[in-house]
């Protein structure tokens, strides 16, 4: 079971405690998007929610519920405004690569529900990926230590 995430960012760069330090305002397009599949596991989806909502630079969760026999869980509340649940017919990992039409941000990271990283580490690798933006920026979690 080998599960990954990876980035497809727009060209931006951001120091992360400048924006903190100046509360500064930023735009959808200085900003990514995640797309979570989720299958049957609630608690892990709701503590990730809680998680990502906190991050500054995350515009919007889509959680691809692959598992059209059950309803998800609800939204936490401090996830709601950052949270879209996207709804399939079919049970595939492949549902986190059909096009969502609501997604508003060119940079997307694609992340499994059981996974949690730091915001400060999804805001370094944003700017590294921003330092070369033709190619795919990315880690292997359940290998990091």
């Known amino acids: 079971n080998l599960s990954f995430c ?3 960012f727009t ?8 924006i903190q330090s100046q509360n500064w305002t930023i735009t959808s397009e200085q900003k ?3 797309i979570i599949p989720s299958f ?3 608690g892990l989806l709701i503590q990730v929610l809680n998680h990502y909502s906190q991050c500054l630079l995350i515009e919007k969760i889509f959680v691809v519920w692959d598992d059209p ?3 998800p869980p609800k939204i936490p509340f401090s996830a709601l405004s950052k949270t879209e649940y996207i709804f399939y017919n079919s049970t595939s990992l492949n549902n986190r690569f ?3 039409i609501s997604l508003k941000t060119t940079a997307v ?3 499994d529900d059981d996974i949690i990283i730091q915001c400060s580490d999804l805001y370094s690798a944003f700017q590294v990926w921003n330092s070369q933006p033709d190619t795919i920026v990315g880690f ?5 230590s």
Not at 11 to 18: E, G, N, P, T, V
């Open 140 to 144: 292997f979690p359940r290998l990091h």
């Open 6 to 8: 990876f980035f497809i």
């Open 11 to 18: 060209k931006f760069i951001l120091d992360y405690s400048i």
């Open 69 to 71: 026999d059950n309803e």
């Open 98 to 100: 059909i096009p969502i």
């Open 32 to 34: 990514f998007s995640l």
């Open 40 to 42: 049957r596991r609630n």
């Open 109 to 111: 990271l694609s992340i």
